[in-house]
């Protein structure tokens, strides 16, 4: 299972989403961590006659987390609460995120037969690659004391691994997960202030190759990053600019938007939560280290 932590809530209240009304925090409530996931490498293995992708790739659980405050009732609120910055980088972009039956979250509670009050503080940016809506649910099937992979991945490719977490090779739409050894690492992430649709980055995988089934070979191990700088061409833009500071090839996590490099900051003079810019407009550099899986 993913590195989180449960802790029962004994504050009677908390303040509400944004200064909103405050929203009541009962002492059999519980507070979940929901930890992005990093994609190292992926490969496009196939297409099924379901229109589905088969996968096979690798990927890490990171230390940059959602927050779920799970308690009874009914009903879903977002907080965005972005990372720490060094000056006016864009907070983490939660703001178009639907709390409707369409949230991961939401689906997840339907796919397990449970209700409950969950107020979701998100810090992991939207439509960046890293599995931030994944490990949400994920998160919700952990505290139902769902572990199976196969309604997992109903939900999502990414969420079977975020039920499990630590490192893993990924295959087929998500559902194989074979765990790996872990590994103590550091990664430098740069987060451009926009997401990308996964769901178009796929679309623009299926033109490049024809509809066929073979996968696309690129020099940076991700047969997603040439579709996803088709669908949103200012990646490239922030792959340039990461490149020339770091002085490394930079890898896009999953469909995008994360750039990212190994190593943590400082190896390239660099601090968590600075930003690099473009003109007027700055993307949030982050350093993350790896989470190992805890026990089932």
Known sequence: MASDRVDRLMTPTSPGPEGGEAVEERADAVQISAPAKLTLWL????????????????????????????????????EPQPVAS??????????????????????????????????????????????????????????????????????????????????????????????????DNEFTLLLPPFGVDTGAVYQAWDSLVGGGSSAMATASGNDLEAPAILVEPRLAVWRDVFAATTGVAPRLAGSGSTWFVEGGPETYGLQSGQSLRIGRVSGRVLGARTVPATPL
């Open 43 to 78: 490969r496009v293995t196939g297409v099924r006659p379901d229109g589905y992708h088969e996968l096979e790739s690798e990927m890490v659980t990171l230390d940059l987390a959602d927050t779920l405050m799970i308690g009874p009732g009914d009903g879903l609120s977002i």
């Open 86 to 183: 060094d000056d006016d980088a864009p907070p983490t972009p939660a703001s178009g995120l639907s709390a409707g039956p369409d949230n991961l979250v939401v689906r997840a509670l339907a796919a397990v037969g449970r209700t409950a009050r969950v107020r979701l503080i998100k810090r992991i940016p939207v439509g960046a690659g890293l599995g931030g809506g994944s490990a949400d649910a994920a998160a919700i099937l952990r505290w139902a004391g769902c572990n199976d992979l196969r309604i997992a991945a109903e939900l999502g490719a990414d969420v079977p691994f975020c039920v499990t977490g630590g490192r893993a090779r990924v295959l087929g739409i998500g559902e194989s997960v074979t765990a790996l050894p872990f590994q």
